[in-house]
Nanobody
Framework: QVRLVESGGGLVQAGGSLRLSCAAS????????MGWYRQAPGKQRELVAT???????AYADSVKGRFTISKDNAKNTVYLQMNSLKPEDTAVYYC???????????????WGQGTQVTVSS
């Protein structure tokens, strides 16, 4: 059973910074990609940033230059450093991982439980 456990959300003033972490645990063969999505009240869930096993990264236009995604392969952990936060960054942030499990063909998407990020103006 694969679990994604997030941490690091909270309340911060506009212009401030937060760092989110997400650790994958359980039995699996490999992680193809990990990333962060967010969902604000009344809006659809949207991609924030992703990083692949080959260290390729992608960001939503709204966070480019402010957020940085990174990972620690030894810890199966992905991080999201969020700087220059804006009130419009307020949302529940969800960790995502695309994982290949042992003895199975194909990959499976897993999601964390979500962590609240609130940016006050």
């Amino acid at each position: 059973q694969v679990r994604l456990v997030e941490s690091g959300g909270g309340l911060v003033q506009a212009g401030g910074s937060l760092r989110l972490s997400c650790a994958a645990s359980g039995r699996f063969f490999s992680i193809n990609a990990m990333g962060w999505y967010r969902q604000a009240p009344g809006k659809q869930r949207e991609l924030v940033a992703t990083i692949t096993s080959g260290d390729s990264t992608a960001y939503a236009d709204s966070v480019k230059g402010r957020f940085t995604i990174s990972k620690d392969n030894a810890k199966n952990t992905v991080y999201l450093q969020m700087n220059s936060l804006k009130p419009e960054d307020t949302a529940v942030y969800y960790c995502h991982a695309n994982i290949r499990k042992m003895g199975q063909i194909g990959t499976i998407d897993y999601w964390g439980q979500g962590t609240q990020v609130t940016v006050s103006s």
